[in-house]
């Protein structure tokens, strides 16, 4: 084994010098993820962004039961109505007057039990 290269599936142990067999180059052939990404969030429109006065989300995909809009110090200032699975195809326009200037995080909730979150900006 030492001197060798040592295959394990894609990663394989390949011996840097003949004379040391005790260090090794690590090297993989592979990837680190899928090999297709879902893309969960077709069908998710926001706009615009940055908001002023108004803002609309737009679903369109049978994953999303419902969205939030959070804050930056974490609480939530906004949730959709449509909590109970009757988002497949649904549009909320959000006043959003009464926010103040910054970064908020608006949430989907899937029905797989995940969240897809997604940056939106204020400018009011």
């Given amino acids: 084994m030492f001197g060798d290269t040592v295959d394990i599936g894609n990663f394989s ?33 926001i706009f615009p962004n940055p908001a002023s006065s108004q803002m609309t989300v737009s679903v369109d995909n049978e994953n999303v039961l419902y969205f939030d809009i959070i804050d930056h110090t974490g609480r939530q200032i906004f949730k959709s109505n449509s909590g109970t699975g009757n988002c497949p195809t649904c549009q909320t326009n959000v006043n959003t007057t009464g926010f103040p200037s910054g970064l908020y995080i608006i949430n989907f909730y899937l029905t797989n039990n995940k969240v897809l979150s997604k940056k939106i900006i204020m400018n009011p």
Wanted: charged share 20%; glycine share 10%; proline share 6%.
């Fill in 13 to 45: 142990l390949i011996p840097v010098n003949a004379y040391d067999d005790f260090l090794t180059k690590v090297q993989w052939n592979g990837t680190t993820g899928y090999d297709k990404i879902p893309l969960i969030d077709d069908g998710i429109n």
